[in-house]
């Protein structure tokens, strides 16, 4: 395992909650991150962490090796991949995202 992969295994798992996105959650920089942020604030989420991928390539397209996973943004709770932006909304909507935070 590289350091990079090394060091988002270490994130995910020592973090309650993270997205991975482009930008920041006060400045996201595209739509699916900003969307993201949303739906996270509307389920109560108050301890996330969020990592900026545009700050690091390598960080960028480690994460999408890590997760198998094509997009960003990518969420994470307690270690868990859960999914991108589509994924979270559909989470939401049916109610099963705010229920991933109650537990």
């Known amino acids: 395992m590289s350091e990079v992969q090394n060091w988002i295994k270490e994130t995910v798992t020592g973090n309650t909650v993270v997205l991975f996105m482009k930008g920041t959650a006060q400045f996201p920089q595209c739509g699916f991150s900003g969307r993201a942020i949303e739906v996270l604030k509307a389920s109560g989420v108050e301890d996330l962490v969020t ?51 109650k537990a």
């Open 51 to 101: 990592i900026n991928v545009l700050e690091d390539e390598g960080v960028r397209q480690g994460i999408k090796e890590y997760s198998n996973w094509p997009t960003i943004p990518q969420l994470y709770v307690k270690g868990e991949f859960i999914g991108g932006a589509d994924i979270m909304n559909e989470m939401f909507e049916s109610g099963e995202l705010q229920g991933l935070f």
